[in-house]
């Protein structure tokens, strides 16, 4: 498996393998994004852009990444992913992301998802930070 960040130049060329593999994440968020949002910031160079290749050169998965400054400190944040066979390379992308991430000024990773994602980092020393909730305004 290879894990490697995918250069801002080749974005529009690898594009059409990527856009599916994310098209699942961005439907989590009831409308708010589509693939095309995610596009525009890799390509203007707000996010970074990770592939997850089979030893067959396959593009099995895709994540993006950005560096968060904070008044006090800085993150590594995970902000979508997809794909699939994240139980072969999660832990492969979780040493990579953490030497990214050191090497950055950032003092720790973090990310926003649906509750399965503490289940599957918590034995990677991931913990619940916060809950996000939500009231959808209706007209009535």
């Known amino acids: 498996m290879i894990f490697t960040v995918i250069p801002r130049e080749h974005i529009p060329m690898e594009w059409p393998r990527v856009e599916p593999l994310l098209k699942k994440a961005t439907q989590t968020r009831d409308g708010q994004y589509h693939p095309f ?3 525009d910031k890799l390509v203007d160079g707000d996010l970074q852009l990770w592939g997850i290749f089979s030893d067959e ?23 979508w992913v997809g794909g699939s066979q994240m139980k072969a390379w999660l832990p492969q992308v979780l040493e990579t992301l953490k030497s990214f991430a050191k090497h950055n ?5 973090e990310g926003r ?8 980092l918590k034995k990677f020393g991931w ?14």
Do not use: H, P
């Not at 998802?113 to 599957?120: D, L, P």
């Not at 913990?127 to 009535?140: G, N, P, R, S, T």
């Open 105 to 109: 000024g950032c003092s720790s990773l």
């Open 113 to 120: 998802g649906r509750s399965g994602w503490v289940r599957a």
């Open 57 to 79: 050169k396959e593009l099995i998965a895709v994540l993006t990444t950005r560096v968060c400054q904070y008044r006090n400190s800085r993150a590594l944040s995970i902000d």
């Open 127 to 140: 913990e619940q930070d916060y809950i996000a909730i939500k009231m959808e305004l209706k007209d009535e």
């Open 37 to 39: 949002d995610i596009f």
